[in-house]
């Protein structure tokens, strides 16, 4: 059985920056399967600052995010996945030209593109506008003068939307009359409802079978992971935390806890150890968030709780005997009461050895040009090159990619590592010169695979 998600939106249009990243975080740490911001203004300096703002919630959250903009070429929904955005939402009231829907699916693939369509009729629900959408209308014609629609034959809706490699519809403003049910079940791909819940019951939208998730603004503040546990003890299947095992199979110390060491999920720097009796392992399945038992106060301890400095669970696995817990975690702030990001950090005993760690070292180096970036230093190449400009920089990317190809044709492996070396220095340079940094690299590819 498929999941179903419950997915916020954010009308994005007036809002500050920080506001739209501070809700998407929110909304990410309170358990949302996915987000759905847009603003379809068509004003461009309005849509520049939009997608800007897109941008930054990517870098800033790692649940999929649904971008709904203006769209009229395709070169609109480049920009759009350029953001980091995994699909984009098109608002058919507002395209003029259809086949932008088919060249993007082509092009981005046939699970990027959704179609927003209003389900609301001039005098009742599912009434002429909800069929408007499916006129045969030629490319290039307003969409908007489809009036012949009200006629057309439900399977052209079907029919249409396969045709354009659309991955599925969102569809907003839902009264849920037979009518509204039969042009859900006549769609022939998966719906989203976006609703706020005021009218229409949760429970009740997901029971279509068609319907493979709500947009909402209604959990704002809320927690979302409960509200999934209550769907899934009414038998809805959704994306929560549970166990693989039950806590009576752990092998517990001699006061009836279990160890746990704690990692950052991306670099698996270890953070910290501690201890969880059966009430803080359920606490930690059910919110999300680490919880332990404290040995000293003898109490519940929610990591973060006075300090902000929250756990994350992004994974947690047992060791071979059942008497460790690993858990893989997004640290905000320092794990350690002491201020440091890592309790670990008192050597003992140090041996000499080569600490590079050639998964992360492409980052280092890039903090490292970025450092120079944020505070130059006199007789820096790095300053050089940022000093000279974008077109400096450009050059020498260009002529290290020369270097590279000469030096491939040499059997002699080498002086190809020394450039492609230079290339990526030089390449770095550039990233940070535009705004981009190794996140949004390695998520471009990641979307590839």
């Not at 082509?106 to 990027?112: N, Q």
């Not at 160890?259 to 953070?271: A, N």
């Not at 008497?323 to 002491?338: F, P, R, S, W, Y």
Request: proline share 2%; charged share 30%; net charge negative.
């Amino acid at each position: 059985m498929d999941e179903k998600k419950i997915i916020p939106y954010l009308n994005a249009e007036n809002e500050l920056e920080e506001s739209v990243i501070a809700k998407s975080r929110a909304y990410e740490e309170a358990g949302a399967d996915e987000l759905f911001l847009y603003n379809f203004s068509a004003v461009e300096k309005e849509q520049e600052a939009f997608l800007k703002t897109i941008k930054a919630v990517c870098r800033e959250v790692e649940i999929p995010v649904l971008i709904g903009c203006h769209v009229n070429r395709f070169e609109d929904v480049k920009k759009a996945f350029y953001t980091g955005a995994a699909r984009v939402v098109i608002s058919w009231a507002k395209l003029k030209n259809r086949e932008v829907i088919k060249e993007a699916s082509a092009r981005f693939g046939m699970d990027k593109i959704l179609i927003l369509l209003d389900a609301s009729g001039e005098n009742e629900v599912g009434g002429p506008s909800a069929l408007e959408p499916f006129a045969p209308i030629e490319p290039g014609t307003d969409s908007n003068a489809g009036v012949q629609a009200v006629s057309a034959d439900r399977a052209t809706v079907a029919a249409f939307l396969k045709e354009s490699g659309a991955a599925g519809v969102i569809l907003k403003h839902v009264t849920l009359t037979d009518k509204v049910k039969k042009l859900i079940a006549e769609c022939g791909l998966p719906v989203i409802i976006r609703d706020s819940l005021q009218r229409n019951d949760m429970e009740e939208l997901l029971s279509i079978n068609d319907v493979v998730g709500v947009a909402t603004n209604y959990y704002e503040n809320k927690d979302i992971r409960r509200i999934k546990r209550t769907l899934k003890e009414a038998g809805f299947a959704v994306n929560t935390f549970e166990s693989s095992l039950e806590f009576s199979e752990f092998k517990l110390n001699s006061d009836g806890l279990i160890p746990v060491i704690v990692q950052d999920y991306k670099t698996s720097e270890v953070l910290m150890m501690a201890y969880m009796n059966e009430e803080a392992f359920r606490n930690t399945v059910e919110s999300g968030r680490m919880t332990y038992f404290s040995r000293s106060r003898q109490k519940l301890w929610l990591k973060g709780e006075t300090s902000g400095h929250f756990q994350f669970v992004k994974e947690l696995k047992i060791d071979c005997d059942n008497d460790t817990l690993l858990a893989k975690v997004k640290q905000i702030g320092a794990a350690c009461h002491t201020g440091s990001r890592s309790c670990f950090y008192t050597d003992l005993i140090n041996k000499e050895y080569d600490t590079v760690n050639p998964l992360t070292v492409l980052e280092e180096v890039y903090g490292v040009i970025m450092d120079r970036k944020e505070h130059p230093k006199e007789g820096s190449y790095t300053n050089y090159l940022f000093d000279k400009g974008i077109d400096k920089i450009l050059k020498k990317c260009g002529e290290e990619a020369t270097e590279i190809v000469i030096a491939a044709k040499n059997p002699d492996s080498e002086e190809l590592k020394y450039e492609i070396s230079d290339f990526l220095y030089h390449m770095m340079v550039l990233m940070a010169q535009c705004g981009l940094n190794w996140d949004d690299i390695v998520k471009e590819l990641a979307h590839r695979r």
